[in-house]
């Protein structure tokens, strides 16, 4: 096991990490389809590709590394009423539907005592009927949050996963999404992942 004494930051895609590539000198450790390890200055950056499998094998790929802690930040649609597009989320517990990955299993997994209930689905969300199903038992819905968290808990890595609700998860303004992702995940990292990085414990 290769000794380190710094975080990994954990994202989905480029997008979502463009706000810290404009800013930030990283080098590349390694490529392999979709995943990518950057090394910065002060943390590894881990670029998962899109999709709970994805995230499964890329995270699997990092937990040789001894990073002190693994640091999750990405968008997510909002299911409860009690969220709005732009709402930044301490996940508290995360959950997987419509899915099963190997040593995973039906429960949710908990992240810290108090925070937003994550369901992750291996599809995007647009469809009113399974969101208002899946509102029932969570407040925001993604694609790689569960996987994150399952690998987290079986590597022994503490885990902090912050997410930014940013669409309502129901098909309208999908054409923006895009350009508001980045936007958003440009103010997620100002206001909570720097924070999240620098913080001590994952709970």
Known sequence: MLPLSRPCLILATRLEARPLLKGTNFTCLWREGPAVLLRGRKFDLLLTGVGPVAAAYACG????????RW?????????????AVGDILRVG????????????DDGAIALARQGARLVTTPFAVHDPALRRRLAA???IVDMEGYAIALAARRARRPLRMIKIASDLADGRDRASLRRRAAELMARLWLEAGRAALSAGKSS
Not at 61 to 68: E, F, G, I, Q, S
Not at 93 to 104: D, K, M, N, T
């Open 61 to 68: 790929r990092v937990a040789a590394l001894d990073h002190r």
């Open 71 to 83: 640091v999750n930040l990405g968008i997510a649609g909002a299911l409860s009423q009690g969220v």
């Open 137 to 139: 038992h969570a407040d």
């Open 93 to 104: 517990s995360a959950r997987l539907h419509g899915l099963v990955l190997p040593f995973g």
